[in-house]
């Protein structure tokens, strides 16, 4: 094993820690995060220097993220050759009908990670989920692999235990009666439409075919490292640490430190500052955020549904959209006058939106959100009451966390809607009306749900920032973190 180096300085010993994340922005961005406090954690005995080996237009979204930390380095490697557009190298950038380009080049990466470890020789490796084979070559370098895993403890624990009746649900097909999470822990029954489970747990895809060799690289490692919080999953985080990985650090939110800082604004790209201007302009806790991430893709109609019913809501909102939406063959999803109509009530972002910033204003009372884990964790980090409708992968057990669990939300579809599900053959199209009773009906405090949320959310965000701040149990296993990997390479030539 390549012990860390002393760099000459009173015996101060160097930590070379590589980072590599998945094609996107939902894992790039916290994993950017974690480095950054993994090297602002470096003591006056360990000097921890991060590296994140990345591809060209994924560093050209952290930039602005790792600029002026001298700690935190970038390297870049060539996005593989499967067919995509230049400078397409992530699943946010990629088309709903190509994404199945950015899971081919996850396997085409190997070798360039491969050269790359081999050639820098890290005294440390944290890879993201999907590269097991990081567990391989770091046995082989003798240093130590960690996972990083960007979705939540109780999201991990359901898919782990659902997969054991996977052959069950498969049988079942489509039309299956709903299943009930096994195994899990705190006494709380979980049950889920078979529409709403992950693709891999109802049909064979890339991760079905390469589940079983993921969770084996990830126990056979050093450890995994999860973006949460100990106070939001409790007692999720202790099964966690029992069953699925030798080590567990709880680091989260990754992104909290920085929510007051100025970088916050680029944290992830160049976002609209002019919508922060914009919020300025609202009452305290009147402003309805709505955003579904950088990854799934909405129809024209549903689009155009959702505008019609902010309108009917009568609610003010701040509306962030894909770059790329509207494009149905011509069709606009915009409703004729809509715009005008909306003019000093709603404001449409195009594109990119400084997140942190928007939840952390003082004008925003809810977040209509895909639940996405970032997106979960930062709103209880704002303590901003959500609105869930999810739409893929695990968001749907995401959203279980949400409104039964944490309980800092409800959902868009309480009161009818349209079938939901992953996959858009078994959804519905949701109607203007509904989503027009949801968002006012939440706004106004009907039946106390937004106050009830409010309040967990409140002291969720009171929880979150304890953890991170000095002796919480985030900044106590980040320091745990460098530490073992520290006590790991000391002893080594």
Known sequence: MAAATADGHGGRRRLRVFFLPFFARGHLIPMTDLACLMAAASTDAVEVEATMAVTPANAAAIAATV???????????????????????????????DAWRVYRAVDLSRPAHESLLRHHRPDAIVADVPFWWATGVAAELGVPRLT???????PQLAMNNLVAVRPDIVRGGADGPPVTVPGMPGGREITIPVSELPDFLVQDDHLSMSWDRIKASQLAGFGVVVNTFAALEAPYCDEFSRVDARRAYFVGPVSQPSRAAAAAVRRGGDGDVDCLRWLSTKPSQSVVYVCFGSWAHFSVT??????????????PFLWVIRSDSGD??????????WERRMEGRGMVVRGWAPQLAVLAHPSVGAFVSHCGWNSVLEAAAAGVPAL????????????????????????????GGGKRGVRAREAETVPAGVIARAVAGFMAGGGG?????????????????????????????????????????????
């Open 67 to 97: 600029a002026g930390n001298a700690a935190v380095r970038v390297v870049c490697y060539p996005f593989p050759d499967v067919g995509l557009a230049r400078g397409v190298e992530c699943l946010g950038a990629a088309a709903a009908h």
């Open 388 to 415: 869930t409708w999810p739409l893929v992968f695990e968001q749907f057990i995401n959203e279980r966390l949400v409104t039964e669990v944490a309980a800092f939300g409800a959902r868009v579809w309480e009161d």
């Open 449 to 493: 749900r937004r106050e009830r949320a409010a309040a967990m959310a409140t002291a969720l965000a009171e929880s979150a920032r304890v953890a991170v701040g000095e002796n919480g149990s985030s900044w106590r296993d980040i320091r745990r973190l460098i530490q073992d990997l520290t006590d790991a390479t000391a002893s080594q030539p």
């Open 328 to 337: 149905g063959g011509g069709e606009r999803w915009e409703p004729e006058g």
């Open 148 to 154: 990083f895993n960007p979705v939540g403890v109780f």
């Open 302 to 315: 549903q689009t155009r549904e959702l505008a019609l019913g902010l309108e009917a809501s009568n609610q």
